[in-house]
């Protein structure tokens, strides 16, 4: 009968130990650029800024601790500028890059002790790249993921499809039309959203192009504004001066 009792209480030893090992698992899925909010889930009542807190990160073959003891770590040095951690121990990210993928997992200590789960977070990133080749305009869509592809990646046009060509790939799409057809439709770029599906959650993103080709019109009109501006200037300089000789003569 002892060891019958044994047995079961190493089989529940086993089972609750499996169970805080088990951890909370989650996803979720950016573009480049944007600002992430990855959750510390069941954060226990004792901390103090955070002080029985851990942050970890693993991707691209490294692992990093991004928080302990209520501070960003100083191996974490090439995201520290972007990261913060809240008052209930949630990681922020802003600005997040390709480099960003990854498994990040939520740790709570007492007296040297795991708490409660982890919470295990994997992070996924959208790209969005635009091409021109002569007359033509490739969008590309791409979600880089920890591990193996778990999404699908589509073009959504809310229009006319005609001269327009989408592929579909693991983890990314592309979409290719003509210089003339972007012409053709005002608001184009306005029209095409990249759906992002992972599970039963569906996102969409919108192609932003780059700043770039964005601030040459803002320039321009600065210019513009510019010599507009010495133009009349100069013209009320020159009239003043000739209102002043006309007075003289008479």
Known sequence: MDQIRWIMSSLLMLLVQFR???GTYSSSTV??????????LNVTDDQDQCDSTEWTFTGSGNRLTLFETRHIQEEAKTKSDRLRVTENCSLVIKKVTDEDVGRYICRQFRSGDLVGEEAVVYL???TMTEQKND??????????TYGGCV???KWLYKADKTGMKTTQLDCSGTVTFTTSHLHQKSGYYELLKCEVTHDQDVQLFSFIRPQSSGEKPGRWRVIVVSL???TLITSVVVVNIWTRAKGAVS
């Not at 573009?31 to 510390?40: A, N």
């Not at 007359?135 to 880089?144: H, M, P």
């Open 20 to 22: 805080a090992a088990a």
């Open 31 to 40: 573009r480049v650029g944007d600002e992430v909010t990855l959750s510390c």
């Open 124 to 126: 996924s990133v959208v």
């Open 135 to 144: 007359d033509t305009i490739t969008l590309f869509c791409s979600v880089l």
């Open 151 to 153: 999404h699908t990646v």
């Open 228 to 230: 507009g501006l010495a």
